[in-house]
């Protein structure tokens, strides 16, 4: 079973809809899927969960303060089996804070390795306790990015705290790869910039996926009608481009397997 953490401190790069599509597209080929949203934005969790009602339930917060198990917080829909986001994940820095933190997800995540071939987690746009348990649960991360120049040094201060991880809570995360999202080939400083992001992922040891997730107006017109983009639109260049980006996941670990 593989558990792909979606990173970025910064917000607006396009996590939750890389976490959203990428999990959606590994469904769609028949792999029983997990979303598991740390944000406490919770735009994932608005897309997939719609159903209306006062009724409170369990979220990833609850699990995070081994209140219940991850099984027991699991809700299933028709978009996927998910683990909800809370607003109280806002104040998870000052809510987790015992010893052992870093490691709440990645115990409670245990006992359902079995049930999935693939967790996809949504993360917050901040490099806190939430992300560092992303990172600590996961087997690899995916770090979306746009083509501008403030990307690229977001980037590197990442790799500073994936560093920190990789040294005392998990030292085989991987890192697959940087996604370029939001992409406008025709733009020149974007163009300029995804070549010095090829490099700069060179020197940090990993890759620039080749598939580009080109800027697309019907993602956002998916986002208001809480769908996927290959539901709403499975023709437009986002979908497409999601598609390819999977691709190219599967590529990597069908050549591990081998």
Known sequence: M??????NQKGGVGKSTTTLSVGTDLSMRGYKVLFIDLDAQGNLSH????KRTKQKFLSSIDVLGNEVTALQSVQHTEQGDIILSSPVLSGADTIINTTGKEYRLRDALKPIYGLYDYIVIDTPPALGVLTVNALTACTGCIIPAQADPYSLEGIKQLYETIEIVKQY????????????TRYNGRAIIGREVAEMMEQT????????YKTKIRECTAIKESQAVRQSIQA?????NASLDYTALVDEILEKRKAHDQ
């Open 47 to 50: 897309t997939i969960h719609k």
């Open 232 to 236: 709403y639109a499975p023709k437009c």
């Open 201 to 208: 992922a060179r020197q940090l040891n990993t890759k620039v």
């Open 169 to 180: 809570c998990n030292a085989n995360i991987k890192v697959l790869g940087i996604v370029i």
């Open 2 to 7: 593989e558990v792909i953490a979606v990173i």
